[in-house]
């Protein structure tokens, strides 16, 4: 069993920061590209950035300048470094990471259960 936890959102005003972490834990052979994914209100679910296990990275455009995604492979942990917050920034940020379990023979992506990040005006 694999689980992923999330911490770090809150309510920051804007221009303020915060600092997301998500830690996967479990039957773990390995983890691939990790990633960050928010959902506004009424909105779908759409991807932040990801990360590669080499440390590529890339960014939706309007976090692009503001976010900063990193990882610790030793800690099967993914950050999300969030400065300049923007009131339009507010959604549940869910982590994601393709994992491979051992025992199984090829990766599958794992979600965690979401934090809430609110940037008021």
Sequence with gaps: Q???VESGGGLVQAGGSLRLSCAAS???VSI???GWYRQAPGKQRDVVAHITRGGD???VDSVKGRFTVSRDNAKNTV???MN???PEDTAVYYCNAVIYRLGLPGPRAYWGQ???????S
Excluded: A
Excluded at 114 to 120: A, C, D, N, R
């Design 84 to 86: 300049s917050l923007k």
């Design 57 to 59: 990275t890339n960014y």
């Design 26 to 28: 479990g039957s773990i």
């Design 2 to 4: 694999v689980q992923l």
């Design 32 to 34: 691939g590209t990790m």
């Design 114 to 120: 979401g934090t809430q990040v609110t940037v008021s």
């Design 79 to 81: 950050y999300l470094q």
